[in-house]
C-alpha cells in the first residue's frame, strides 16, 4: 500500500533552517549595533518581527503536529479541526510578522535619508501604508464571517462575506508589499551613486540594501498560490506552497533587512584576522608601505568635501568606522576619529 502523502516534514525542514538563519543575523545585527553604541527604534521593531515570526513557526509545526500538510481523510476530525485552527493563527501572525519586518526596514532608512525632503516623506508613507495594510489583513481573515469557526469547522452554518473580497484583500496586500520591496530595493541604488565614495564601498552598500528584491521574489509568489484558500475541501494539502512561501517571505524580509547592519561587523572581524596575522608571520613591512593609508574607505586626505545632505546619512552609515594605524605588522594604535563636519562625516 503506498504511503499517505505527507508535506509537514518538507514544510518543517524549510521553516526552520529559514528561522535559524534570520535569528542568527539578528543577533550579528544586536551586536554590531551595540558596538557602535547605535541601537535603535529599528531594532526592536526587528526584535518584534522575529518575535512574530518564530510565534508563526512554533504554530505551523503545532498545525503540522496535528495533521496539517496530510489530506483530510488521512487526518482524525478532531485532529483536523485543531489543526485548521492553530493554522487560522498561523496566517495572521505571518502576515503581522512580515509587515512588521519592512517597517523596522524602513526606520533603518529614515535616519539616512532625513535630509531629503522628498525620500523622507515617501519613507514614512510606506511606512504608514505597511502598518495598515499588513495589520488590517489579518482582521479581515477573522471578521469575514459571523462565526469565525467556519475558518476551520467547514460544517458550521453562518453567514460570510464573498470569498473573493477576502482574497482580493489578499492580492492588495501582495502588491503592496511587492512593490514597497522593489521601491525599497532600488531607490538607495540610485542615492548612494550620487555619493562622494569609493566605489566599492558604493557597491557594497548599494547591494546590501538592494537584497530587498529576494523578498519581492517571495511576496510574488505567494501572491500566485493566494487562490488555494478558496480550496475548503482539501486544504490542509492546498494551502501547503501558499504557506511555504509565507514563511519564507516572513524570514527573508527580517532577515534581508538585517544584514546591512552587519557591514560593520564584518569589517572589523576581516582587519582583526588581517592584523592577527600579519602580527604571527614576523614579517617586516617596507617603510613605504607603512606610510600607505589604512584607514577604511576613505583616502588619507583629510581635503574631502561632502555635500551637506549627504552628512547625516554618510555619518549613520559609516559611523561604526575604527581606524587601525598598521605599524610593522601591528595593529599599534586604535583611535577614535573627530573632524569638521565640511570635512568628513564626524566618527562614533
Not at 503536529?65 to 485543531?82: A, C, N, Q, T, W
Not at 452554518?157 to 496586500?173: E, F, G, L, R
Not at 592584523?275 to 613605504?288: A, F, M, N, Q, V
Amino acid at each position: 500500500m503506498a504511503a499517505s502523502y505527507n508535506a509537514g516534514p518538507y514544510i518543517l525542514g524549510i521553516n526552520w533552517i529559514a528561522a535559524g538563519l534570520a535569528i542568527f543575523i539578528v543577533l550579528l545585527r544586536l551586536i554590531a549595533k551595540r558596538r557602535v553604541r547605535n541601537v535603535a527604534w529599528d531594532d526592536a521593531a526587528m526584535i518584534f518581527a522575529l518575535m512574530l515570526g518564530l510565534a508563526s513557526s512554533v504554530l505551523i509545526t503545532i498545525s503540522i503536529y496535528y495533521g496539517y500538510g496530510k489530506h483530510v481523510m488521512d487526518i482524525e476530525p478532531s485532529d483536523r479541526l485543531f489543526a485548521m485552527k492553530i493554522y487560522t493563527i498561523f496566517q495572521c501572525v505571518s502576515i503581522l510578522s512580515t509587515g512588521t519586518g519592512r517597517v523596522a526596514f524602513v526606520l533603518y532608512l529614515l535616519p539616512i535619508f532625513q535630509q531629503q525632503y522628498i525620500t523622507r516623506h515617501l519613507l514614512w508613507f510606506i511606512f504608514a501604508l505597511q502598518l495598515i495594510t499588513n495589520y488590517v489583513s489579518p482582521v479581515t481573515i477573522l471578521a469575514q464571517c459571523k462565526d469565525v469557526s467556519v475558518l476551520w469547522d467547514p460544517t458550521v452554518q453562518t453567514q460570510c462575506w464573498d470569498p473573493k473580497i477576502t482574497v482580493a484583500y489578499s492580492y492588495v496586500q501582495c502588491s503592496i508589499n511587492t512593490a514597497t520591496d522593489l521601491y525599497l530595493a532600488t531607490f538607495p541604488v540610485y542615492t548612494f551613486w550620487n555619493l562622494n565614495l569609493r566605489r566599492r564601498t558604493k557597491a557594497i552598500l548599494m547591494i546590501l540594501l538592494s537584497l530587498g528584491l529576494v523578498a519581492m521574489v517571495a511576496s510574488i509568489m505567494r501572491a500566485l498560490y493566494l487562490p488555494s484558500l478558496s480550496d475548503l475541501g482539501d486544504r490542509t494539502v492546498a494551502t501547503n506552497r501558499l504557506t511555504i512561501w509565507a514563511l519564507l517571505e516572513c524570514y527573508i524580509v527580517i532577515t534581508t533587512a538585517s544584514i546591512p547592519c552587519i557591514r560593520s561587523l564584518v569589517v572589523h572581524s576581516v582587519r582583526h584576522v588581517i592584523s592577527h596575522s600579519r602580527t604571527s608571520s614576523g614579517r617586516d613591512i617596507d617603510s613605504k608601505r607603512s606610510r600607505q593609508n589604512t584607514w577604511g574607505d576613505y583616502s588619507s586626505s583629510w581635503n574631502y568635501p561632502v555635500a551637506a545632505a549627504d552628512l547625516e546619512g554618510r555619518r549613520h552609515i559609516l559611523s561604526d568606522v575604527e581606524l587601525v594605524r598598521i605599524d610593522h605588522g601591528r595593529a599599534s594604535k586604535l583611535m577614535e576619529v573627530s573632524v569638521a563636519a565640511e570635512a568628513i562625516p564626524k566618527w562614533i
